[in-house]
């Protein structure tokens, strides 16, 4: 690890101690809950899946999240969608990275890299960027994308999502955030059938993207 990695590190350890123990209270901004979040998506339809237990709430410690998947009928294509949102994260409870449960769910990482898309909320603007699994367990692969998101900033990197949560939350006195996962099931072998995943995963993000403003306050 470089002495400027090092040095980036410790300051946003100590800024992050100090805004913790700061005095004011947060500024709440207000959002819709997810309950109202659409379940029709452009072309995809979306289908509610079975609710977080109490002990993984527990860990988690969100405020609001939804778990739906989505699926085109022109093509059957089917979208999991988890939106994880966190109110505050002066108080220990954070957003956890899907690096850390996919494993423990008995996926094993094949590939890892970042994926682009068009931001679909302003013409010209520079691509999205996201993390993007292959992850595998037994025969089934399936590809996992998964972006920060707050203040209307979607970002990919874990590293910049903490310095962009301490700056904003001596900026502007807010620690609100979230985070988007797609997963998608790799149907056929090679690497083609990761492209075609690649793809569908694109699609729906340009559609969903838009939705999320009223939900994950800017």
């Known amino acids: 690890m470089s002495k400027r990695v090092v040095i980036l590190l410790v300051c946003l350890v100590l800024a992050a101690a100090a805004v913790a123990r700061a005095d004011r209270s947060e500024r709440v901004p207000l959002r819709s809950s997810?309950?109202?979040?659409?379940?029709?998506?452009?072309?995809?339809?979306?289908?509610?899946?079975?609710?977080?237990?109490?002990?993984?709430?527990?860990?988690?410690?969100?405020?609001?999240?939804?778990?739906?998947?989505?699926?085109?009928?022109?093509?059957?294509?089917g979208v999991g969608l988890y939106i994880g949102y966190w109110q505050s994260q002066k108080q220990g409870s954070t957003i956890h990275s899907p690096q850390n449960c996919l494993?423990?769910?008995?996926?094993?990482?094949?590939?890892?890299?970042?994926?682009?898309?068009p931001d679909p909320r302003r013409a010209g603007a520079p691509d999205l960027q996201a993390n993007r699994f292959v992850v595998q367990k037994n025969d089934d692969r399936m590809l996992v994308v998964y972006w920060f998101q707050s203040h209307g900033r979607i970002v990919a990197s874990e590293y910049w999502s903490k310095f962009y949560l301490v700056a904003d939350a001596m900026r502007l006195n807010r620690s609100d955030g979230a985070i988007v996962r797609l997963t998608l099931p790799i149907s056929g072998a090679g690497d083609d059938a990761a492209r075609r995943a690649d793809d569908e995963a694109r699609a729906f993000a340009r559609v969903l993207v838009p939705k999320l403003d009223e939900f994950l306050p800017n």
Do not use: H, K, M, N
């Open 34 to 77: 997810f309950a109202a979040f659409p379940y029709a998506i452009g072309t995809f339809a979306g289908f509610a899946e079975p609710p977080f237990t109490p002990r993984e709430l527990e860990v988690l410690g969100l405020d609001d999240y939804l778990t739906r998947t989505y699926v085109d009928p022109a093509t059957r294509v």
């Open 103 to 117: 494993p423990g769910a008995g996926w094993e990482p094949v590939s890892q890299g970042t994926i682009s898309f």
